[in-house]
């Protein structure tokens, strides 16, 4: 596993090793993300078998903006007003999928797609470099703790993945909130930094 600095130049490097199927580990406010290609079903399929993940388990999809998000989903209004209060930041908005370049093993070929923006630099700059959305669930084996610092991932994926972008201690340190919206009755499937009642608000 190659350890990449964090700067300019090796937010570059990063980005080249995912244009290559490469998989990546990379900071976000949030946990590290384990990274791939989210056009690459080689890069995605990579990221299930190093996270023994199971294929129905879908990923989240990175991107950098919510101009951006909309190419890949349909936003109605809840999704439209979370995504403009709480993005970039630690939401992940479930909405009905649109036709697109990302795998369909990205999204175990839901109909539906998970997307979220961070707002860590590092994240949004890699993403913006690779000019692709990044498939990236937390770096971990599955069912095993998250990894919230390099020295985590260093320890738990160095023999497993391509490489680390060192960008020190997630902020946050918990997963992201993730809220369907792609149901008739939105719902919290999972709760992390963002709280119910901020969302409910
Ligand atoms: P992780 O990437 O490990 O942080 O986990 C992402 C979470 O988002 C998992 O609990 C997934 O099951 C969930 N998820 C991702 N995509 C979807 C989707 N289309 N529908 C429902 N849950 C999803
Ligand atoms: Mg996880």
Redesign the pocket.
């Known amino acids: 596993m190659k350890i990449i600095k964090n700067s300019f130049k090796g937010i570059k490097v990063a980005a080249e090793i995912l244009k290559g199927n490469g998989t990546v580990a990379f900071p976000t406010e949030t946990v590290y993300g384990l990274g791939a290609n989210a056009f690459s079903n080689a890069a995605v399929t990579k990221v299930y078998k190093i996270k023994r993940r199971p294929i129905f ?4 999809i990175h991107i950098s903006s919510y101009d951006i998000a909309k190419q890949y989903g349909v936003f109605n209004d809840l999704a439209e007003t979370l995504a403009r209060n709480y993005w970039p930041g630690p939401l ?1 908005i ?1 909405v009905k999928k649109k036709k697109s370049k990302v795998v369909e093993a990205a ?1 175990a070929k ?1 109909e ?3 997307l979220r923006c961070p707002s860590n630099i590092i994240a949004s700059r890699l993403i913006q470099e690779l000019e692709k959305p990044i498939a ?3 770096a971990n084996k599955s069912g095993k703790l998250t990894c919230t610092s390099p020295g985590d991932v260093f320890a738990k994926l160095k023999n497993s993945i391509d490489a680390l972008l060192n960008g020190g201690d997630a902020e946050l340190g918990l ?2 909130t ?1 809220v ?1 919206c792609s149901v008739e009755k939105p719902c919290i ?2 709760l992390g930094n963002i709280t119910l009642e901020e969302i409910s608000n």
Do not use: C, G, K, Q
Not at 57 to 60: G, H
């Open positions: 388990n879908p990923l989240i992940t479930i999204t839901l539906t797609i998970a990236a669930p937390s997963e992201s993730v369907d499937l999972r």
